[in-house]
């Protein structure tokens, strides 16, 4: 699409720093993709085996410029074919978060568009909405709200009732680690690169399931999750497995069973407990989102498992699962649409927030925020 042919400032600008992705995108209103870029931090961070946040933000300072031209040229746009800025405020690493809020500030107030501060997970769960020339997206496949979701990356894991745009309520989380971690950590201790869960799940397609016996952490006791017994028991087994064996086939095959061992328990936890919210709040309407939603063994085993439950499951492509803008661009453009947006003094006190959701509804103003009160779900 060139500047020539777009609606005159009605595009979104989205932009993402939360964690170790600098990520820009340009979306149209109605959640079409125009450009989405990425650029990874991994292998900044990969020989610290996780993300160091001072290095993640210095290194969003010098990305952010770069990655937001180059999703402007590839959407063929100009700064005048912006209606508005979604950026994500929060939850996420504070100096992360600061940076993106600081350059989508300083763009919407330049340009004198609204900014629309967007929450990093109500983005990833509101993905499945996206289309581009691709994918032609959810929406035109069915979904709509009321759904489950079920949010699964590296930092975050929950099942929530999503009645809107950026608006949800928590059925349950996590006690402790997050899903990606808990794969993130059995990658590592077994040797394998950061961040480890596409390596698992890439092993888990040749290791052997059966092989280890391990826990299934809270399955089938209500929606919250546990995953830190799962990470010991993973733990031990490795160490009683590879006691004694060098580098070699014996090890690689240790590795891929216990790869499939502990994919097949984590998968086992997050499809017994989705299933479980929709059952319990008679909604049949199923969304994975977040880096995690990546993983095949778990998409299979939705597809596999969903339609004899009746549940219809949506699961964005895995570019807009992993951490990427154009969510932030989309689910801004929906709340913008719904008449949130910061401009003048309000836009320049914005704020960002580490793990709460309460300053995104403090902020955003508007319908969003009387919906959320209205509902009691601001919290
Ligand atoms: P964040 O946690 O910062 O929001 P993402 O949403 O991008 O980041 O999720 C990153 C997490 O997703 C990491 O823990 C990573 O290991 C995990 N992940 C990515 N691909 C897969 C996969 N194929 N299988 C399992 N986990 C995956
Ligand atoms: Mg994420």
Same mark, same amino acid.
């Given at each position: 699409?060139?500047a020539?042919? #777009?609606?005159h400032?009605a595009?979104?600008l989205?932009?993402?720093?939360s964690c170790?992705?600098t990520?820009?995108a340009?979306?149209?209103?109605?959640g079409?993709?125009?450009?989405?870029?990425v650029?990874s931090?991994?292998?900044?961070?990969?020989?610290?085996g996780?993300v160091v946040?001072e290095?993640?933000?210095r290194?969003?300072l010098?990305?952010?410029?770069p990655v937001i031209?180059q999703?402007?040229?590839?959407?063929?746009?100009g700064?005048?074919?912006?209606g508005?800025v979604?950026?994500t405020?929060g939850?996420g690493l504070a100096g992360?978060l600061?940076?993106?809020?600081?350059?989508g500030?300083?763009?919407a107030?330049?340009r004198g568009?609204?900014l629309?501060?967007?929450d990093h997970?109500?983005?990833h769960?509101?993905?499945?909405?996206l !289309?581009?020339a691709?994918d032609?997206? #959810?929406?035109?496949r069915g979904?709509a709200?009321?759904?489950i979701a079920l949010?699964v990356?590296?930092g975050?894991t929950?099942l929530?009732?999503?009645?809107?745009?950026g608006?949800?309520?928590?059925?349950?989380?996590?006690?402790?680690?997050?899903a990606?971690e808990?794969?993130?950590?059995?990658?590592?201790?077994?040797?394998?690169?950061?961040?480890g869960? #596409?390596?698992?799940?890439r092993?888990a397609?040749?290791?052997d399931a059966?092989r280890?016996?391990?826990?299934?952490p809270l399955?089938?006791k209500g929606?919250?999750? !546990?995953?830190?017994g799962l990470k010991?028991a #993973?733990?031990?087994?490795w160490a009683a497995? !590879?006691?004694? @064996?060098?580098?070699g086939p014996a090890?690689?095959?240790?590795?891929a069973d216990l790869?499939?061992s502990a994919?097949?328990a984590?998968v086992d936890?997050?499809v017994?407990?989705?299933?479980l919210a929709?059952?319990?709040t008679?909604i049949a309407?199923l969304?994975a989102a977040g880096?995690?939603?990546?993983?095949?063994?778990l *998409?299979? *085993?939705?597809?596999?498992k969903?339609p004899?439950?009746?549940?219809?499951?949506h699961?964005?492509?895995?570019?807009?699962?992993s951490?990427?803008?154009a969510?932030?661009g989309?689910?801004?453009?929906? @709340?913008?649409?719904?008449?949130?947006g910061l401009?003048?003094?309000?836009?320049?006190?914005?704020?960002?927030?580490v793990?709460?959701?309460?300053?995104?509804?403090?902020?955003?103003?508007?319908a969003a925020?009387a919906?959320a009160?209205a509902?009691g779900?601001a919290?």
């Open positions: 699409m060139s020539g042919s #777009a609606d400032a595009l979104v989205g932009i993402e720093t170790d992705e990520a820009a340009v979306v149209t209103r109605e079409r993709v125009l450009s989405s870029v650029s931090q991994v292998p900044i961070h990969a020989r610290y996780g946040p290095l993640a933000s290194n969003h010098v990305q952010a410029p031209a999703a402007m040229a590839e959407a063929g746009i700064l005048d074919a912006l508005a979604a950026v405020a939850p992360c600061l940076i993106g809020m600081q350059v500030k300083s763009m107030y330049a568009v609204p629309v501060p967007v997970i109500q983005a769960v509101w993905a499945p909405f !289309s581009d691709r032609a997206g #959810a929406a035109t979904l709200y009321p759904y949010a990356s590296g975050h929950s929530l009732k999503v009645d809107g745009p608006v949800s309520t928590t059925l349950g989380a996590t006690m402790d680690d997050a990606g808990c794969f993130d950590k059995i990658a590592k201790l077994m040797g394998l690169p950061y961040p869960g #596409a390596h698992i799940d092993l397609k040749i290791g059966t280890f016996d391990l826990p299934r399955a089938h929606l919250d999750f !546990s995953f830190s010991t #993973a733990r031990l087994a497995a !590879s006691a004694g @064996l060098d580098e090890l690689d095959a240790v590795r790869a499939a994919q097949a984590i936890v997050l017994d407990k989705a299933f929709c059952r319990e008679g309407r969304v880096g995690v939603a990546c993983n095949e063994g *998409r299979a *085993r939705l597809a596999d969903a004899r439950r009746k549940i219809a499951v699961v964005a492509p895995a570019r807009y699962c951490d990427n803008a969510m932030v989309g689910l801004g453009a929906a @709340l913008w649409q719904g008449g949130a401009t003048g003094r309000e836009l320049t006190r914005a704020g960002i927030y793990t709460s959701r309460r300053a995104v509804y403090a902020a955003v103003g508007g925020k919906g009160r509902r779900e919290r």
